[in-house]
């Protein structure tokens, strides 16, 4: 089997990569692809070996597996997503100790006010009355913040920090280079060790990361500092970027497909049919991070040999035929029952109920409020986020 270059396909790659995938998908579920800056990895685009592979302990988490410790590692710390078991087991248990369903759900009176205060600020852009419509960038104005502010007010982290935030978060998630890479933890490192200084000095309080400061196990495990600064990090980060793009992609998706705008519309009972379907047909992460194979595993019928990487497709399985018939058509009554946009097995993800909560709103929010929203035809192409681990545009140019 040869090594496929991804960068033979283009730009178009990075804008629309699912019929990419399909065409991967119908030689076979595995393959071992390379990306245009010399990266090699095995690619997993089938859903039920997708499935498998993220379930599958031989596929660990941690870089020493294969002998390399990241910068994230040296700046920041070991977190849940670079962590196997029994650690892993250990840290997701002390912190869902903490971020409880419950918490979460008590978040919910405080999103709803939020996307009413973001609404009304969209509202009142500036525009002429004679002007046919208004105009917004709804990431700026709507996805970006609602999620960083209730993330920031969850950890106990000052909301005016936010900016600074993007743009440590914006380099991890689509570094422009390693040295802006390196940068950005390091910023995050600094900050957040202040941070929790600053916790430890203030004293008890209700917030999520004076909560894990506190955190106990029941034979009196607890973080320590380094595992704080980590778990606080991930979920700083994987707490607003993921949100920010299931709300755009969302709304992005829905407003190109007016008829299925039209059915949530006329019944509104099917916003969260809208929202798992965007989390099949176009979801926010479009690959798992990194995995590395601790010995020969088969995956698919292709036998990875022992120290490789290992991507497995989320949004490439959740296009998978065998699983869901006619994939690339977008339908808010499908049954999305078994995506992977979440992930799978040990790692799912942690923060999905808060996820859903806030996209829940924030999407009813903008139907009630802007029922006239279309996509900006006066914009130009859209920006979308480059590599293959977000799926989304840094900016979604709306009219109303």
């Keep these: 089997m040869s090594v496929i270059e991804l960068g033979e396909y283009g730009a178009d790659f990075t804008v629309n990569p699912y019929p990419h995938y399909a065409r ?57 997503l670079s962590a196997d078991a029994p650690d892993h087991t250990r840290l997701r248990r002390l912190v869902t100790g903490v971020f409880t369903g419950r918490r979460v759900e008590s978040l919910r009176p405080r999103v709803e006010r939020l996307t009413h205060e973001l609404a009304d600020a969209m509202e009142g852009v500036e525009g002429a009355a004679t002007e046919p419509a208004r105009r917004a960038d709804l990431v700026d104005a709507f996805a970006f913040p609602l999620p960083i502010t209730v993330i920031c007010e969850l950890l106990g982290v000052p909301v005016e920090d936010r900016d600074s935030f993007r743009a440590w978060s914006s380099q991890l998630v689509a570094p422009t280079d390693e040295r802006g890479l390196v940068g950005a933890l390091e910023g995050f490192a600094a900050y957040l060790d202040a941070l929790i200084e600053d916790k430890r000095a203030a004293g008890p309080s209700d917030d999520l990361l004076s909560g894990l400061l506190a955190a106990r196990a029941e034979d009196g495990d607890r973080l320590s500092g380094p595992e704080l600064r980590a778990m606080a990090y991930l979920l700083l980060v994987a707490g607003h970027e993921t949100t920010v793009n299931l709300i755009s992609n969302t709304v992005r998706n829905l407003l190109a497909h007016p008829d299925q705008l039209a059915a949530l519309r006329a019944d509104p009972a099917l916003l969260d049919g809208a929202i798992e379907e965007t989390l099949r047909y176009d979801g926010p992460v479009e690959t798992a991070t990194i995995r590395f194979t601790t010995e020969p595993v088969v995956i698919g019928g292709t036998v990875i040999p022992a120290r490789q990487n290992v991507l497995v497709g989320l949004g490439a399985g959740d296009r998978d035929p065998d699983r869901f018939p006619d994939p690339d058509r977008f339908d808010v009554r499908r049954d999305t029952r078994g995506h992977l946009a979440f992930g799978h097995g040990l790692h799912y993800c942690l923060g999905a109920p808060l996820a859903r909560l806030e996209a829940r709103i924030g999407l009813r929010t903008l139907l009630d409020r802007f029922p006239g929203l279309e996509l900006d035809p006066d914009s130009g192409s859209l920006d979308w986020l480059p590599g293959m681990l977000m799926r989304g545009t840094r900016h979604l140019p709306v009219r109303w």
């Design 24 to 80: 991967l998908r119908a030689r076979g579920p595995v393959h071992e692809v390379r990306m245009p800056d010399g990266f090699q990895f095995w690619l997993v685009v089938g859903h039920e070996e997708g499935r498998a592979a993220l379930a599958d302990p031989r596929l660990a988490k941690s870089p020493s597996v294969v002998g390399v410790r990241p910068p994230e590692e040296e700046l920041i710390g070991v977190h849940l």
